[in-house]
C-alpha cells in the first residue's frame, strides 16, 4: 500500500511513494487495533459496527460524498472469517517481497 498524502485519521505521519503494510483487526471484545507495518500503533474499544444496509461498498473511496478517494495504490486485500492475532499480522507483512 502506498500512501501519497501526509496523514490518516490515526495521525500517522505516513512519507510519500514508500510501500507501507497496514491492518486492522476486530477482536471478540470489540477491541479495534491498527497496525503499520507489522507493529500496533493504536487499539480502542470500539464495539462492532452498527449493521447498515448499503448498495455498494467500496476500496479506497468512503460511502459519503465530501470524503476524498485514496490517493495511492492497494496491491492486496485480506478480508478473515476470524480474529487475526498480532503475530499474524506480522507474518502477513513479513511475506512481502520489494519488487
Known amino acids: 500500500m502506498v500512501w501519497t498524502y501526509y496523514t490518516n485519521g490515526w495521525k500517522v505521519p505516513v512519507a510519500d511513494n514508500i510501500w507501507r503494510h497496514a491492518a486492522w483487526t476486530i477482536d471478540a471484545k470489540g477491541t479495534w487495533t491498527f497496525y503499520l507495518n507489522g507493529v500496533k500503533v493504536t487499539s480502542a474499544l470500539m464495539g462492532y459496527p ?8 467500496y476500496l479506497g473511496r468512503s460511502g459519503w460524498d465530501n470524503d476524498p478517494y485514496f490517493n495511492g495504490a492497494i496491491d492486496e486485500f485480506y478480508v478473515f472469517d476470524y480474529f487475526v492475532t498480532p503475530a499474524q499480522v506480522l507474518e502477513l507483512y513479513n511475506q512481502y517481497t520489494p519488487l
Request: charged content about 25%; cysteine-free; hydrophobic content about 25%.
Open 50 to 57: 452498527d449493521y447498515v444496509a448499503r448498495q455498494y461498498n
